[in-house]
Nanobody, 126 residues
Framework: QVQLVESGGGLVQAGGSLRLSCAAS??????????AGWFRQAPGKAREFVAC????????YYADSVKGRFTISRDNAENTVSLEMNSLKPEDTAVYYC?????????????????WGQGTQVTVSS
């Protein structure tokens, strides 16, 4: 089991930028065993896929709603995965969660991920 801790959320005006980070740890653990993803959940809505990155970083997939504005990246040496968010919109307001799945694939469904962080709030004001 891998433990995940997100950071970097906050309040930003529309059009602004934020960078989220997620630090992974575990007892006997190599972050390169895991695909990593970001999800978000707004009040009263279901958890929504944002982006995912394969174990090597060689494959990446984005939700259409964030494509061209968000960038996911990872550093396996530092056991971190990041989400750079630009041109933020009020509809991006949500709690953002980091997740990890031990797979060589590129998962996108919440049920594909076994490990989750506690979430970090992102609020975009208009």
């Amino acid at each position: 089991q891998v433990q995940l801790v997100e950071s970097g959320g906050g309040l930003v005006q529309a059009g602004g930028s934020l960078r989220l980070s997620c630090a992974a740890s575990g007892r006997t653990f190599s972050f390169s065993w895991y695909a990593a993803g970001w999800f978000r959940q707004a009040p009263g809505k279901a958890r929504e896929f944002v982006a995912c990155i394969s174990w090597s970083g060689g494959r990446i997939y984005y939700a259409d709603s964030v494509k061209g504005r968000f960038t996911i990246s990872r550093d396996n040496a530092e056991n971190t995965v990041s989400l750079e968010m630009n041109s933020l919109k009020p509809e991006d307001t949500a709690v953002y969660y980091c997740a990890a799945a031990r797979t060589t694939g590129l998962p996108t469904a919440p049920g594909d991920f076994r490990s989750w962080g506690q979430g970090t709030q992102v609020t975009v004001s208009s």
